[in-house]
């Protein structure tokens, strides 16, 4: 399927590079690994005989044209992307291929979109920040509930995770994001970005049936409120936490996550429950499965395989909502999300 197309992924021997690296093998694409350590990617390319390994580092634009020469897209799975996303984005420019990444930081996908929409739409270029768990996938969903509507008033995705237990990525992508905002928080209102300082509330949220109504932490904003208002006109864009995982992900002692099946996937499981309310009418799509980080591999490889066989719908900076069907895109993905859409 994926046409033996090579394609790079910097941060491959990252806990979700590798997922990303299983998963092009599967469709039937080439993996170039590339990252900053040479053992660490030699390490790698020892347990995936036949793969190329590009040591390149962002700091070193030469070695990053090196990691994506013969290469028909990128993958970027190297956080914090604050400090990642611009460099590899600026080297795929160079190599005229896509860039996909998997950012979950508010502040560098906004980077992403402000500094680089008008030159890589000028160049025919495409770029798809936040395609993975956080950003992507809400994005989809919320896209795949407007249906026809074109306008709404409100967007709730509520997260739903029995656990989360946080790779370094993870964390060291949270402190880059604490020390950007000194220590304010934000939420997306009015049609857009608002810093403040309150503490975030405990709310109820009715989970569909059988997770049923748990408590939340209201506020706890995730890529979802960049990714949204990219496109689609909704002023008021709200996410939300099950306050066990949320909990785990800012506890400095929870291990991190450890495979529970041969696809080297946690136990964790996610509902993803997106609400879209326009005047007194209300539209929902939820998404199932299991492992945060296992299932952005295969959103993000289905973006690389739809961008080169030509199922876009824009160039230029664009989330995963607006430039892909975002329906057919999620149902595509049936072995690893269970939806349910209800208009
Ligand atoms: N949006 C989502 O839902 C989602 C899902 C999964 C992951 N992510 C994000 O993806 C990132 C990676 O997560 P992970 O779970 O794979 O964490 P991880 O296992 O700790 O891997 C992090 C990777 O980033 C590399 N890296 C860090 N700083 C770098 C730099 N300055 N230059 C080059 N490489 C650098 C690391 O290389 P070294 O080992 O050499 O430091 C490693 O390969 C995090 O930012 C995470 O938030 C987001």
Redesign the pocket.
Known sequence: MGSGHRVAV??????????VVAQLRDRGFVPVLS???AG?LRALAASEPGLDARP???ADPASLDRALAGTSAVIN?????G??AAPVIEAALRARIPYV?????IEANADTFAHFADRARAAGAVIVP????????GDLLATAAMGDWTTADEAHIAYGLNSWH?????????KAVQERRNGRRVRYTNGRLEYHTDELPTLEWPFPEPMGTRAVLGEFT??DVVTIPSHLSIPEVRTYMTVEAAKDVSAPDTP?PAAVDERGRSAQTFLVDVVVRSGGAERRAVARGQD??AV?APLAVEAVHRILAGQTKAVGVASAGEIFDAPDLLRALSAHISLELRQ
């Not at 799975?77 to 992307?81: E, K, L, R, S, T």
């Not at 990444?101 to 930081?105: H, P």
């Not at 370094?168 to 949270?174: E, P, V």
């Open positions: 910097f941060g491959a021997y990252g806990h979700t590079g590798r997922f990252g900053r350590d660490k390149a580092s962002v799975c190297a956080g914090p992307f400090t990642t990444d998997v950012a979950a930081e936040a395609m993975a768990f956080y950003g992507g996938l946080p790779t370094a990525g993870t964390r060291a992508a949270s995730m890529a991190t945060i980080y952005t």
